[in-house]
Nanobody
Framework: QVQLVESGGGLVQAGGSLRLSCAAS????????MGWFRQAPGKERDVVAA????????YYADSVKGRFTISRDNAKNTVYLQMNSLKPEDTAVYYC?????????????????WGQGTQVTVSS
């Protein structure tokens, strides 16, 4: 069974940085695309960034483009989200997820395994 565990969230001032990590179980991690999503209270869970199986193709939501970087280390079964120049509107619970396919996808319904989430709070 696939399990995902996020870490690295916390409280940071606007303009600061955080690096989220997602550790995945299983020996087939490198086969699948991965994504980071976030959800604030009263809002839908939306994709932040996604990465294909090899790490060679990435996607970013317009709201984070140029500030966030997604990467993966298949040897360590880990995906990362480097978040720079954080804004108060970035405050949310951040989730990592594994897709059903190796190709990059951005629809949350195409992701079948989810972590429990990690809270990111950006103060003004």
């Amino acid at each position: 069974q696939v399990q995902l565990v996020e870490s690295g969230g916390g409280l940071v001032q606007a303009g600061g940085s955080l690096r989220l990590s997602c550790a995945a179980s299983g020996r087939t991690f490198s086969t699948y695309a991965m994504g980071w999503f976030r959800q604030a209270p009263g809002k839908e869970r939306d994709v932040v960034a996604a990465i294909n199986w090899s790490g060679g193709i990435t996607y970013y939501a317009d709201s984070v483009k140029g500030r966030f970087t997604i990467s993966r280390d298949n040897a360590k079964n880990t995906v990362y989200l480097q978040m720079n120049s954080l804004k108060p509107e970035d405050t949310a619970v951040y989730y990592c997820a594994r897709a059903q396919t190796s190709v990059l996808v951005t629809n949350r319904f195409q992701y079948v395994y989810w972590g429990q989430g990690t809270q990111v709070t950006v103060s003004s």
